[in-house]
T-cell receptor
Framework: GAGVSQTPSNKVTEKGKYVELRCDPISGHTALYWYRQSLGQGPEFLIYFQGTGAADDSGLPNDRFFAVRPEGSVSTLKIQRTERGDSAVYLC??????????????FGDGTRLSIL | QKEVEQNSGPLSVPEGAIASLNCTYSDRVSQSFFWYRQYSGKSPELIMSIYSNGDKEDGRFTAQLNKASQYVSLLIRDSQPSDSATYLCAVNPLKGGSEKLVFGKGTKLTVNP
């Protein structure tokens, strides 16, 4: 497909478990973002990749959260020792860069993470 | 003060009316502003982007930006029931070169047939 693809669409796991969430951006988009959205709130920034490197990880809440993008395309968000407060929709977005100011971010459908 | 503030609503308008959605932001150096529409259980979808003071029109949608007042608005003319959704205001604060977006909480709009 032409859009941002996220898998799985839903993930239910027990407190303390490890989870990985995957994002496949739009082809050719070098910028990739992870956001987290809780019920009734707007998306909250977690981390931004430009190519393979994390250019801004200031939104990661603590060291249980980590993200990689080893080949500059697919990204994986990893959460260790999950807590019930991690339950949210995790959104991935990608953006075309190098073509002018303010290219918009395009979002995937998200992964709904539920920690029991 | 939150970085991006919106009235959470809900905002209810009759079909055919103009819906007016408002947003204020705190970081004066912000340069890029976006309105996203989010249907329940779905991902945000870009509706409008605006970068310069004034109005920008696209079909039934008009975005208005006033950087001096740090204010962005979205007008929806001839509102339709299919416009019922949560509208998110997003700002790129340009801190440290990051291209992240800072979102408001969103305004829930209901258009009544």
């Amino acid at each position: 497909g032409a859009g941002v693809s996220q898998t799985p669409s839903n993930k239910v796991t027990e407190k303390g478990k490890y989870v990985e969430l995957r994002c496949d951006p739009i082809s050719g988009h070098t910028a990739l973002y992870w956001y987290r959205q809780s019920l009734g709130q707007g998306p909250e920034f977690l981390i931004y990749f430009q190519g393979t490197g994390a250019a801004d990880d200031s939104g990661l809440p603590n060291d249980r959260f980590f993200a990689v993008r080893p080949e500059g395309s697919v990204s994986t968000l990893k959460i260790q020792r999950t807590e019930r407060g991690d339950s949210a929709v995790y959104l991935c977005a990608s953006r075309l860069t190098g073509t002018g100011r303010g290219q918009p971010q395009h979002f995937g459908d998200g992964t709904r993470l539920s920690i029991l | 003060q939150k970085e991006v503030e919106q009235n959470s609503g809900p905002l209810s308008v009759p079909e055919g009316a103009i819906a007016s959605l408002n947003c204020t932001y705190s970081d004066r150096v912000s340069q890029s502003f976006f309105w996203y529409r989010q249907y329940s259980g779905k991902s945000p979808e870009l509706i409008m982007s605006i970068y310069s003071n004034g109005d920008k029109e696209d079909g039934r949608f008009t975005a208005q930006l006033n950087k001096a007042s740090q204010y962005v608005s979205l007008l929806i003319r001839d509102s339709q029931p299919s416009d019922s959704a949560t509208y998110l205001c997003a700002v790129n604060p340009l801190k440290g070169g990051s291209e992240k977006l800072v979102f408001g909480k969103g305004t829930k709009l209901t258009v009544n047939p």
